[in-house]
């Protein structure tokens, strides 16, 4: 669904791929990553590597992809005991709700062997524990049981392990909060997990090699990339903060420059996403970023000359860098995707008034620099306000005047981390059930209104219906035929000139395919976004029906361990929500 769409499978998701790239770094080459949306068919239990079952197997799951990854774990729990891989699973679902990897019904045994509520490193600490344990010949879940046993792994921050008879926890040992990296310049380099990347197939099992490096642009043509953690804003729907444990980390400018010089080279990758929570949080930082791939540009690199960046910052934080745009257009940011939310200001304020949010366009158009707003519909928003910007087809006019080529509407839903996370359901703002359907994790995607106190909340799932249609229809297609939005400086230009200089002219062939390609390139997305439109809308419509006719069971607790929680001490367990059973429920 929109606005996920095409990304979700033109995109290798960063955090597999920097698993890969860690693997191969810590001496582990024989490692294959798996793309569930390129290899649908694929079973664990099938999986042969080199001919034999892998030692150890792993899965990465956001939330939205619970069901799936929880069907993985059965299949692979499946296989003999004895022949069975170490099944490690981590991943933002795991970060915040790392018990649910561990079946606690007796009756259908299943379970992850343990859980990694960190970042790589604290995966290469579990790896470090559990091979210094195995004996020569001995299997690496066996030896990762006596490590277990053993207490070894009790002081690597970031694990939850499982204690009980197989496929039956009894409890859960939850080893505290991690340690984070503070200079990601020793994170593993990606070009790496680029190189690891299953071929997309209908098999259940795996091919006999990776996918080819001449394809990988092809498969994958936007290389996600890790240039800075963190925000500086604390607003309460979103976990962020929390999980950085109010840090603001960053990779230097030359590690930036090479990563993108390296991934071009080795896989033509032209086009590369931030995975930002803030690009512009600090102005020292991203000047430095910007001014190593500058230094690279005009030294001729063509890596960095043809290289495009897009990535993600606030309102105000571009206003406050709105005397650097013309270098970093140059250094080669292309996009910025910029949360505005809700110009009026009711659902948080971060700098990203109607004034403010048309003035920061209005300077990155002016700079070459493509605007793409992030909306967020909730309750208190109407659909149209007759005075002010506060309606959400308000907001978006004013959007598509000021600017925005694309743009991405969501509705306010619990995100686990977050400051509002418990409250949601134990206020009953989160729906358990809607027309007797459970909500599913699945839907509780932003597309869907999973949590309102609205009295008619089905007319916020039809309002972002609407604002989509508003956005993209064929009266705006027709008309980005006369003024495209994607007539800016630049645009038709590898490389914008230095201020005061003219642009090299290029040849006439050249130069009308990329002015052809600005002229039509508005309408391009127009069309994309209405065909995006004929796989969202039916999903939406389902669940909006089911809003208007259907009866609303609400929450009174959020989802939580059902299995007891503890420490290694004893004590309780840093991941458990409030009303978890704990130590003294285990002994009871």
Known sequence: MLPFLYADTHMAPAGARAVGSAMVEAGFPKTRIVLQQWNRNFRPSRMRLDGRLPDIFMISSMQIHWAPCRELIRDVCRIEPDRRPLVIVGGPKVIYEPWDVFGPDADDPWSADVAVTGEEFVLLSLLEAVLSERAGGESVRSAFLRARDKGALDGILGLVYARGREGSPEELVDTGIQRLLGDLDELPHPVHGYGLLEQPSSRDTLASRP?????????????????????????????????????????????????????????????????????????????????????????????????????????????????????????????????????????????????????????????????????????????????????????????????????????????????????????????????????????????????????????????????????????????????????????????????????????LRSRLRRKFRTRLGDAAVQVFGMWGLTRTIPRAFRWFLRLRRGRIERTTAPPMSRVPMRSPDGGPAAHALPGTPGPSSAEA
Not at 266 to 288: H, I, K, M, S
Not at 361 to 388: A, K, T, W, Y
Request: glycine residues 8%; hydrophobic residues 35%; proline residues 8%.
């Open 211 to 507: 996918l080819a490096a001449n394809k990988i642009s092809r498969r994958t043509p936007i290389a996600s990339l890790v240039l800075t953690l963190g925000c500086k804003f604390g607003c309460e729907y979103c976990p962020i903060p929390a999980y950085n444990q109010r840090q603001y980390r960053c990779k230097s400018g030359e590690r930036v420059a090479e990563e993108i010089a390296r991934l071009y080279r080795t896989y033509r990758l032209r086009f590369c996403f931030g995975a930002d929570d803030n690009f512009f949080n600090d102005p020292e930082r991203t000047l430095e970023i910007g001014e190593a791939l500058l230094r690279r540009a005009e030294g001729g690199s063509r890596p960095h000359r043809k290289t495009r960046l897009a990535t993600e910052a606030t309102i105000h934080d571009t206003l406050r860098m709105k005397e650097h745009l013309p270098m970093l257009r140059r250094a080669g940011l292309y996009a910025l995707w910029l949360g505005v939310e809700d110009m009026s200001g009711n659902l948080v304020r971060k700098g990203q008034s109607a004034n403010e949010t048309v003035e920061a366009f209005r300077l990155l158009r002016e700079n070459g620099i493509l605007p793409v707003p992030m909306m967020m519909h909730h309750d208190e928003q109407p659909l149209i306000s007759r005075n002010g910007n506060a309606g959400l087809l308000n907001q978006l006019g004013v959007l598509r005047k000021a600017g925005a080529l694309y743009m991405q509407i969501t509705m306010l839903t619990p995100s686990p981390g977050s400051k509002l996370y418990v409250g949601t359901y134990t206020s009953g703002l989160a729906y358990r059930r809607v027309d007797g359907v459970p909500v599913e994790p699945h839907i509780v995607d932003g597309n869907h209104v999973v949590a309102s106190n609205h009295p008619k909340p089905w007319t916020r799932q039809l309002n972002l219906i609407l604002g989509y249609l508003y956005f993209y229809n064929p009266l705006r297609m027709l008309w980005a035929f006369v003024r495209p939005k994607t007539r800016i400086p630049f645009a038709d230009l590898d490389f914008p000139p230095a201020p005061g200089r003219p642009a090299k002219r290029k040849p």
